[in-house]
């Protein structure tokens, strides 16, 4: 029975998944044939794999992402979170940008909450470092570092500008990598027009605790891409951790120490915590345990993909690795969220579920303009590309993978002005605290006190 006028799709998260799924169940619904609630925090879908050239500046923060409400006009896009579910009553509760929570009844439920910065309890962290899943991050970042520049440029204590101009990155894969490439590249084009700073004089550090970075793009590209990197004059620590950050103070577990005012932490993704609160069935990890249908095991009405999900990779079992998973990323997040919205649809009308089999396409990743490494799976061969004509390849991957042709178009032209014009090195940092300035002009003048021995003799005086 439903628990609904007519019976609610309700989608929480309206990342890649949540706007794909949604999108598709809206498409090949029929007219009044449920209602589609998409519940996220934001108003917008992210486009992550676009945040490290947001935070270079390549591309307007705003072009990276794509609004909700826009894109979705025929859903009811709720601004909240989702925090409890209780699967009894088939209700969830929101808790909304501002108000009291409330409940919500639904029929079909699709998890798409994506994941989270994975963190380790390293002394210094939760103050000194800075993530990279966010819009919010990327931006911060650009103008953080392009402040470090104007920092060092207005000092001569030597101690400052060194921890101004040294930036550590933890973590090598594709949100590092791509990260450190890009603002690296930013860095340098900025620096000319520092007079007291010069490339010379920055130290970018990337740290991973595995033996490789980028290894979602093989062992040779992974290679290649340090090499890449080092000869540009990153430093790479590999097989080393951060043991701990307190103020700024780095100290790696192969014994190096450096003083940094910028520690950008990307050392890889977990579940979304919250789920542990919907009372889902979890894999070991944290993600949501579903079948190759993408329905949650256990349920008919509850489906979950994406970052969030543990889905069994049926390509990579066919081809005879049993256990495989299908890997966190937009490839998969893409596929299975169209894949996940017929199936939402058939089990409304009572038709059989489908299975999700996709098989790994390769993967591009930029590393700053005009640099980049890719690989191509065609079949049993693997191409591999790296500098210019991987970075095409990475641009014209990307640009095309963008949802929607306003920001398709608004992502190329940004890309073609960049062609023409030069980069963006202005540090709009001052953007986090709007109203300082105009709080100083605006707020009442203080009374002078008079002296208080004044006071005593005009009151004896009287
Ligand atoms: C810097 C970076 C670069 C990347 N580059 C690549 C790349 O080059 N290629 C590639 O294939 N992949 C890349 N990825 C990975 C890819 O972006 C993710 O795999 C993909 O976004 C996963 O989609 P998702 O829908 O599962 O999660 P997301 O897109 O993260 O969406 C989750 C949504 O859930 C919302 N949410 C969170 N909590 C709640 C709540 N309580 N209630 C309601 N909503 C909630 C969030 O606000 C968010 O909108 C990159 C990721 C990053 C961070």
């Known amino acids: 029975m439903s628990t609904t006028e007519r019976p609610r799709i309700l989608v929480v998260g309206g990342g890649y998944v949540g706007l794909y799924a949604a999108r598709r169940i809206l498409k090949k619904m029929r007219y009044g044939e449920a209602t589609v609630t998409v519940v996220d925090p934001r108003s917008y879908m992210t486009y992550q794999p676009f945040l490290p050239e947001a935070a270079a500046g390549n591309i307007s923060p705003r072009h990276v992402v794509v609004p909700l409400r826009r894109v979705l006009p025929k859903a009811e896009v709720l601004t ?141 590209l992974g290679k290649y891409g340090k090499e890449h990197l080092e000869g540009r004059g990153v430093e790479v620590y590999l097989s080393t951790s951060m043991d701990s950050c307190v103020d700024g103070h780095v100290v790696l577990k192969n014994g190096l120490e450096v003083d940094s005012n910028t520690i950008v932490w990307t050392a890889g993704v977990k579940p979304n915590p919250v789920l542990s609160r919907y009372g889902l069935p979890l894999g070991p990890r944290g993600h949501v345990d579903c079948a190759p249908t993408l329905q949650v095991q256990g349920t008919d009405y509850i489906w979950a993909a994406g970052d969030n999900a543990q889905v069994p990779d049926l390509a990579a079992r066919k081809a005879g690795n049993e256990n495989a998973w299908c890997p966190p990323n937009a490839q998969h997040a893409l596929r299975q969220a169209r894949v996940l919205g017929d199936n939402v649809l058939s089990g409304m009308r009572g038709f059989p579920q489908k299975g999700y089999a996709h098989a790994n396409k390769g993967a591009v990743a930029g590393l700053g303009l005009h640099k980049g490494v890719a690989m191509i799976v065609m079949g049993k061969m693997k191409i591999k590309l790296k500098g210019r004509l991987a970075w095409y390849m990475h641009r014209g991957y990307h640009g095309l993978a963008m949802p929607t042709w306003n920001r398709k178009i608004r992502v190329f032209a940004d890309w073609t002005l960049g062609m023409f014009l030069k980069r963006e090195v202005v540090s709009l940092g001052a953007i986090e605290t709007p109203r300082e300035e105009f709080y100083e002009a605006a707020k009442p003048a203080p009374v002078a006190s008079a002296p208080k021995e004044k006071t005593e003799q005009k009151a004896k005086a009287s």
Do not use: C, W
Request: cysteine-free.
């Open 80 to 220: 909240g979170r989702v925090t409890t579910i209780d699967q009894d009553r088939k209700v969830a509760t929101i808790s909304p940008l501002v108000g009291e929570a409330y409940e919500l009844p639904f029929d079909y439920l699709v998890v798409a909450l994506g994941a989270v910065s994975r963190t380790f309890p390293i002394p210094g962290l939760a103050e000194q470092g800075i993530g990279m899943k966010g819009i919010e991050e990327a931006i911060g970042l650009r103008n953080h570092v392009l402040e470090q520049l104007d920092k060092a440029d207005s000092t001569t204590d030597e101690d400052i500008r060194r921890k101004a101009l040294t930036f550590v990155f933890v973590g090598g894969g594709f949100a590092g990598a791509e990260t450190i490439g890009e603002v690296e590249d930013m860095a340098r084009d900025a620096a000319k027009y520092y007079k007291n700073v010069s490339r010379e004089d920055m130290r970018f550090i990337l740290v991973d605790a595995a033996d490789k970075i980028l290894p979602e793009v093989g062992p040779k």
